[in-house]
């Protein structure tokens, strides 16, 4: 049996949450599985609905990881069969006493702390004693180098993504009457935060317009920065090329992206927070939808350069403005599309689980 603690998991929705559930469903076709979650509300319906055990832990935040690391403990103490321990973070591994085999997934910003800092000591202290370190990207496992993990630990494994879904007719119609017939078409769905960059993505829209009047961007999420940016495409007057969509169904989701022409989200370093790889990249692939991602960051894991889509430097206007320039001159995107497509199969969560399996066998 090997055990889950995770902070991150559904019914809550997320990236991590996302990887989260992946990485648990398809482990328990091959091992039997136990997770420790957080409480979500709804959580009892969705947790019948699963095949392998999952405890809720409720109670404010602070509390709560004790009480989880608690049981944890406990649950280890009285059940001889247990053969490791999974962690989405290492602050979900830093109570837990155990000599089980421990692996811990890392995937950016939470090890991104200056050496010699509280954070990174306790940082090193829960990653350099453990049997591996599961790193969502190369640009995370030489992140975590640097920070002063141990190299010969550190596995890359990119997070997998389930088989895109069928396409909602339904779904699709009231994505094209969404789009108001407008062309060509750039989407993002992400948290509408600084480092997402969709700020620089906008006043690119300003000149794009230039040369393509019936452009349109949507922009699916909700954020800190979202009063921000509707701020600003009202003052660059884009109110008719932009649409801003938050908390839609992932059917209508998926209908968006499929009927889009471009998947763009050029991250920056904002502060410590970095993109570690970008599964939204993939997502969109799986649909021939290929993608402009930022240097900074794991994009480059995800996107081959002028192969499946391109890498950009985020912070560059003009750098964001060709890139999605050289996309749609003679439709490009539809030549990157067919690769991008292609390329997501290996990042299937049958393929990607083998990697785990070597690992925990």
């Given amino acids: 049996m090997y055990l889950i603690v995770t902070r991150s998991f559904p019914p809550e929705v997320g990236g991590m949450?996302?990887?989260?559930?992946?990485?648990?469903?398809?482990?328990?076709?091959?091992?039997?599985?136990?997770?420790?979650?957080?409480?979500?509300?709804?959580?009892?319906?969705?947790?019948?609905?699963?095949?392998?055990?999952?405890?809720?832990?409720?109670?404010?935040?602070?509390?709560?990881?004790?009480?989880?690391?608690?049981?944890?403990?406990?649950?280890?103490k009285n059940n001889k069969n247990i053969e490791g321990i999974i962690a989405d973070h290492w602050k979900s591994l830093?109570?837990?006493?155990?000599?089980?085999?421990?692996?811990?997934?890392?995937?950016s910003k939470e090890i991104n702390h200056a050496k010699g800092t509280n954070l990174n000591k306790r940082v090193l202290n829960v990653l350099n004693n453990v049997n591996h370190v599961i790193s969502n990207s190369e640009y995370t496992k030489n992140l975590a180098i640097n920070c002063?993990?141990?190299?010969?630990?550190?596995?890359?494994?990119?997070?997998?993504?389930?088989?895109?879904?069928?396409?909602?007719?339904?779904?699709?119609?009231?994505?094209?009457?969404?789009?108001?017939?407008?062309?060509?078409?750039?989407?993002?769905?992400?948290?509408?935060?600084?480092?997402?960059?969709?700020?620089?993505?906008?006043?690119?829209?300003?000149?794009?317009?230039?040369?393509?009047?019936?452009?349109?961007?949507?922009?699916?999420?909700?954020?800190d920065e979202e009063e921000n940016l509707k701020q600003l495409v009202k003052e660059l007057g884009l109110?008719?090329?932009?649409?801003?969509?938050?908390?839609?169904?992932?059917?209508?989701?998926?209908?968006l992206i499929a009927?889009?022409?471009?998947?763009?989200?050029?991250?920056?370093i904002y502060k410590k927070s970095?993109?570690?790889?970008g599964i939204a990249f993939v997502e969109a692939a799986q649909y021939g939808i290929p993608s402009i991602g930022g240097?900074?960051?794991?994009?480059?894991?995800?996107?081959?350069?002028?192969?499946?889509?391109l890498i950009c430097d985020g912070n560059n206007l003009d750098e964001v403005y060709s890139s999605v320039n050289d996309l749609l001159n003679n439709k490009k995107y539809l030549e990157y599309g067919k690769i991008a497509k292609e390329s997501s199969a290996?990042?299937?969560?049958?393929?990607?689980?083998?990697k785990y399996k070597k690992i925990l066998n």
Wanted: charge should be positive; charged fraction near 30%; glycine fraction near 6%.
């Fill in 148 to 223: 002063g993990v141990n190299p010969e630990q550190i596995t890359v494994i990119n997070p997998g993504v389930d088989k895109a879904k069928e396409l909602n007719e339904k779904t699709i119609k009231e994505a094209e009457k969404l789009f108001k017939n407008k062309n060509p078409r750039l989407i993002t769905v992400s948290r509408l935060d600084k480092r997402k960059n969709h700020e620089k993505i906008i006043m690119a829209l300003r000149n794009l317009k230039q040369i393509y009047p019936n452009i349109i961007y949507t922009c699916v999420g909700d954020g």
């Fill in 17 to 76: 949450q996302n990887l989260m559930w992946g990485l648990t469903n398809s482990l328990s076709k091959y091992f039997m599985i136990k997770v420790f979650a957080d409480y979500h509300q709804q959580y009892e319906v969705y947790d019948k609905e699963v095949s392998f055990s999952i405890e809720r832990v409720g109670g404010i935040k602070l509390l709560r990881k004790y009480r989880k690391a608690h049981l944890v403990n406990e649950f280890i």
């Fill in 295 to 309: 240097k900074d960051g794991g994009a480059s894991d995800a996107i081959e350069h002028q192969k499946n889509g």
């Fill in 94 to 107: 830093e109570l837990i006493n155990t000599d089980k085999k421990k692996i811990c997934l890392i995937h």
């Fill in 274 to 277: 970095v993109e570690g790889f």
């Fill in 259 to 268: 009927k889009s022409n471009i998947f763009i989200m050029p991250s920056i």
């Fill in 346 to 354: 290996k990042f299937h969560w049958d393929k990607i689980i083998e």
């Fill in 239 to 255: 109110d008719d090329q932009i649409l801003f969509l938050r908390k839609i169904s992932q059917d209508l989701k998926n209908s």
